[in-house]
């Protein structure tokens, strides 16, 4: 008769969940909900900094601030694609999905489920740091915000205007010298495609693809990257989920019409631009990568060895067959 140990040693692993898409989903939530947890985390910080006396300047003072958003976001990146890479490849970005699904490396019945569990990874990340950070969000509202910018010391109410600094905790705005939503969609094309077109470029085994596994580490900097070139216009979101997922949370957090649909004043109904634009951007990318660079690199390469380059008539040489 076997003892306790040796029939629990026998029983089968319940694994099965975690070899299918179940377990791709799997990873693709929790690596979003890694990348917003730190991305988001590093926005919170200006405001936790100010309230906590550990800035003297004030946030969004200088573009001393901007380079630790970038930081922030790049290492948010690097860290979500360690831990959940190995599993799903670690898109984190519906955008990022759309492409390999477009270069084939992704079936499209699994798109819509991988974008769902983006979008929820992102969501639920957000309400971390809102559960986080909510005091120093609430602190800069209502006394660190009101001498230095509103020069006088009304508090700030989410939902108004005035709230916009504290919002883009979560989610993305355009700038205000837009006065229509195509300067900031143009933006998001732009973004997302170098972003998508980097991507491609260094995970191709056909290129010259990054070694000793920091792949995770160069596609930080890839983000980073756009962020320091193509940041300010509209905050980079360069990713649906990233915007989308926190949007939604911010608008139950109480931030109303400036997150859902996203009412700035010089541009409305905005929550649609940081969606459409990084889709078409990936798309675009993913198209011209594969045909101006990939394809490109294997018509270079020439046939694998013992592979003839052009057909060509072999004759049977063997003697005949003795009757």
């Known amino acids: 008769m076997a003892t306790v140990s040796e029939a629990a040693s026998n029983r089968p692993l319940p694994l099965s969940w975690r070899k299918g898409l179940i377990g791709e989903l799997w990873a693709e939530f929790f690596g979003c909900f890694i990348l917003i947890s730190f991305g988001d985390g590093v926005v919170a910080m200006l405001w936790a900094l100010v309230g906590s006396g550990r800035s003297a300047g004030g946030a969004l003072w200088s573009s001393g601030d901007w380079l630790l958003i970038t930081w922030g976001w790049a290492l948010a990146v690097v860290f979500a694609v360690y831990v959940s890479g190995g599993i799903s490849g670690a898109h984190i970005n519906p955008?990022?999905?759309?492409?390999?699904?477009i270069r084939k490396q992704l079936p499209w019945n699994k798109v819509p489920a991988y974008w769902a569990a983006q979008v929820l990874g992102c969501f639920i990340g957000a309400a971390l740091v809102f559960l986080v950070y909510n005091n120093a969000i609430n602190h800069f509202d209502q006394v660190g915000h009101c001498g230095a910018v509103l020069k006088g010391c009304k508090p700030i109410v989410k939902g108004t205007a005035a709230s916009l600094a504290t919002y883009s905790t979560f989610a993305t705005f355009p700038a205000p010298y837009f006065h229509s939503a195509l300067g900031p969609l143009i933006d998001q094309i732009v973004?997302?495609?170098?972003?998508?077109?980097?991507?491609?470029?260094?995970?191709?085994?056909?290129?010259?693809?990054?070694?000793?596994?920091?792949?995770?580490f160069i596609i930080g900097m890839i983000v980073m990257?756009?962020?320091?070139?193509?940041?300010?216009?509209a905050g980079y979101a360069i990713n649906p989920a990233r915007d989308f997922g926190p949007r939604m949370f911010a608008l139950i957090a109480g931030w109303g019409k400036v997150a859902f649909p996203g009412d700035y004043g010089n541009v409305n109904d905005y929550f649609w631009v940081p969606i459409v634009g990084p889709l078409l951007g990936a798309a675009i990318a993913s198209v011209l990568y594969d045909?101006?660079?990939?394809?490109?690199?294997?018509?270079?390469?020439?046939?694998?060895?013992?592979?003839?380059?052009?057909?060509?008539?072999?004759?049977?040489?063997?003697?005949?067959?003795?009757?």
Do not use: C, Y
């Open 191 to 216: 973004g997302t495609f170098f972003l998508a077109l980097f991507v491609w470029a260094v995970t191709d085994e056909f290129n010259s693809p990054v070694g000793s596994n920091l792949a995770p």
């Open 291 to 323: 045909w101006g660079i990939r394809d490109v690199l294997k018509a270079r390469m020439g046939p694998e060895p013992g592979v003839r380059g052009e057909g060509e008539i072999v004759r049977d040489e063997r003697p005949p067959a003795v009757e």
């Open 95 to 101: 955008a990022i999905s759309l492409g390999a699904a």
């Open 225 to 233: 990257a756009v962020g320091i070139s193509f940041g300010a216009n």
